[in-house]
Nanobody, 127 residues
Framework: QVQLVESGGGSVQAGGSLRLSCVAS????????MAWFRQAPGKEREGVAV????????YYADSVKGRFTISQDNASKTLYLHMNSLKPEDTAIYYC????????????????????WGQGTQVTVSS
């Protein structure tokens, strides 16, 4: 079992920045796909960014490319989402997710593929 705990959400004005953190514990796989998803009120949960713990390129949703950066510190088992130039449409609950994966090429931001989820952290961007 993998436990995920997010933090770092909050309220910010448009154009501002936030950094989300997700601390992972437990688990038996050597490598994982780690991802950030978000769910806005009345909308489906969508993938924001994905990265493999073994390294390699990250995936970003078109809506956040150039503004958000996913990163990780494997020593502390912490996943980050650096969010810059925030917009009101970025307002959502942000979730950290994980699944065991040997091959980085299989990492996709597809909700159904992820079996481990954090509790979520609220991000509110005001105009």
């Amino acid at each position: 079992q993998v436990q995920l705990v997010e933090s770092g959400g909050g309220s910010v004005q448009a154009g501002g920045s936030l950094r989300l953190s997700c601390v992972a514990s437990g688990g038996t796989y050597a490598y994982y796909c780690m991802a950030w998803f978000r769910q806005a009120p009345g909308k489906e949960r969508e993938g924001v960014a994905v990265i493999h713990t073994g390294g390699g390129s990250a995936y970003y949703a078109d809506s956040v490319k150039g503004r958000f950066t996913i990163s990780q510190d494997n020593a502390s088992k912490t996943l980050y989402l650096h969010m810059n130039s925030l917009k009101p449409e970025d307002t959502a609950i942000y979730y950290c997710a994980a699944r065991g994966a040997w091959d980085a090429r299989t990492c996709r931001a597809v909700q159904i593929e992820f079996g481990y989820w954090g509790q979520g952290t609220q991000v509110t961007v005001s105009s």
